[in-house]
């Protein structure tokens, strides 16, 4: 196969080395801020295109299932027809289909643009990150990831902001129009640079049957978790026949993979103990984070009245440490054992969940964005450690696999993590507001007292009641919130323990091995 640091070309110098670094950044980037940057904008896009909220919500899942099932296809598609090939041809791809999004008339054709989006997007990520290594000297490796990481640190923040002032003060099609002279330029210039650096290759047969099997799996379980919380998960006959054909699909694919001669997901490299352990924490721990990154700002905008733009800004403080420390990081994981580096960010995450898990309603912005500062600091030695250890003793050959794979799982586990967490609050919203609500009835003095006061004030009496259901429903979902930033703190404690069932990588060559988990 190819990738991460082959035997042939020697790392770039001087000004090429910056323009690779910037180039493939920039792909990174902008794959990254595409799948996040339409949710602002969805309203838009469905009140444009005169479709219902609910139909709209197929953009995003579109290209969501699309770029799941693409992923980790990323190892047979770079020995097949070479990683600098792949890649570039990749970024080309993704322009014409974000121009075909901007230009979309119809839902349809805005779906089946998004598709074509999600799957050219797929091996961006992982391969920009093992090109990015190979153009670094092995000691300076580290700091490659780390220059890579703080691009994926960024663009999520920057995704909503950006959609939603794009959407205020343009139309929605720029939010995909800006990709094109962005993806233009970064695979002019990655295609200058790393042309004559092209990876291997070698002609394998298409393993059509795995293929099939991944397609079905992984659609069944992606469409199941956006939709499962709108059709109230399984109560509904439709995420009942989605759920079984992902757990049977799942059963066959892994079978039919693990005894095919040229699989077109190398399986085989869960039989290594520290991408078993590190993909598995890296994952779970991802989907925790992305559980949580995506309810703060609903509980900010839906019950403390915060505007998108405000909401952003109460998460744009992440990056300060985060961009600060990932350099360091980057150069002392060799020397450092990842796995103390990869604690010490569950600790972090630890102390920033417990700080959230006593917001209130009266919770000021100031008291918000503390721990929103101080999670920059597990973000930074949370990706580069466990990627490090993940991949740490793979060769070469199989790191495009690896990366693949290793990103593959982390996207579902985010996807799992978002639709958990947001069932789980308004679950717990419901029983808090039970709880609250258990002692106000018809003969309460206070309830009574208060709707009186609220009626005086000119509203009718069920403005009253509802104002005062708005104010339970806000207490509600607060304690509900609380109840999920507490539970997460203590799950990330736990993940502790699963960091140390990895080995350390010899010193000096970990953060070689880290060719792209992200």
């Known amino acids: 196969m190819s990738n991460a640091a082959p035997a042939g070309p020697q790392p770039l110098t001087g000004s090429a080395l910056v323009l690779g670094t910037v180039s493939l950044s920039l792909a990174t980037f902008m794959n990254v801020l595409d799948s996040s940057i339409a949710n602002v904008s969805l309203p838009a896009i469905a009140g444009d295109l005169g479709v219902s909220a609910t139909q709209g919500t197929w953009v995003i899942t579109s290209f969501g299932v699309a770029n799941a099932i693409s992923v980790p296809l990323t190892g047979w598609l770079t020995q097949r027809f070479g990683a600098v090939r792949l890649f570039t041809t990749s970024v080309l791809l993704f322009v014409l289909a974000s121009w075909l999004c901007g230009f979309a008339h119809s839902l349809e054709m805005l779906v089946a643009a998004r598709v074509l989006q999600g799957l050219v997007a797929g091996p961006m990520i992982p391969l920009s990150q093992t090109l990015l290594l190979a153009s670094y000297p092995k000691h300076k490796a580290g700091t490659a990831l780390a220059l890579w990481g703080m691009t994926t640190l960024v663009a999520p923040v920057v995704g909503p902001l950006l959609g939603g002032w794009i959407t205020d003060n ?168 990842p796995r103390l580096m990869a604690s010490f960010a569950f600790v972090m995450f630890f102390i920033v969940l417990l700080m959230r898990s006593m917001f209130t309603t009266d919770t000021s912005l100031g008291i918000i964005m503390v721990p929103t500062v101080l999670q920059g600091a597990a973000l930074a030695f949370f990706f580069i450690p466990l990627t490090t250890l993940t991949l740490s003793g793979i060769t070469p050959d199989r790191i495009a696999a690896a990366a693949g794979l290793s990103n593959f799982v982390r996207i579902t586990a985010g996807a799992m993590g978002t639709s958990i967490s947001t069932t789980l609050w308004e679950n717990r919203a419901t029983l808090h507001h039970t709880h609250l609500v258990e002692h106000i009835g018809l003969g309460d003095p206070v309830a009574g007292q208060t709707l009186n006061t609220l009626q005086s004030t000119g509203m009718s009496y069920d403005q009253a009641l509802a104002y005062l259901n708005r104010l339970v429903d806000q207490q509600a979902f607060t304690r509900a919130a609380d109840d999920i930033f507490l539970a997460s703190a203590v799950l990330f404690i736990g993940l502790i323990a699963f960091v140390w069932l990895t080995k350390r990588p010899p010193k000096m060559a970990g953060p070689v091995d880290a060719g792209g988990a992200h």
């Open 170 to 337: 343009m139309t929605w099609p720029w939010i995909f129009y800006i990709n094109v002279p962005v993806g233009l330029f970064a695979a002019g210039l990655t295609w200058s640079i790393y042309r004559t650096r092209e990876t291997p290759t070698k002609k394998l047969p298409i393993d059509s049957v795995g293929l099939a099997l991944l397609v079905l799996w992984v659609g069944a379980l992606q469409v199941m978790l956006d939709k499962g919380k709108e059709l109230d998960w399984f109560e509904s006959g439709q995420i009942q026949i989605l759920a079984v054909l992902a757990v049977v699909g799942f059963a066959v694919f892994v079978v039919w993979e693990l005894t095919a001669e040229h699989p077109v997901v190398d399986l085989r490299l869960f039989g290594r103990r520290n991408f078993l352990f590190g993909a598995s924490v890296l994952s779970v721990a991802y989907g925790l984070f992305f559980g949580n990154v995506v309810l703060l700002p609903l509980w900010l905008q839906q019950w403390m009245g915060y505007t998108a733009t405000a909401a952003g800004f109460a998460l744009a403080p992440v990056g300060i440490l985060a961009i600060l420390l990932s350099p360091v990081v980057g150069r002392k994981v060799s020397v450092w054992d």
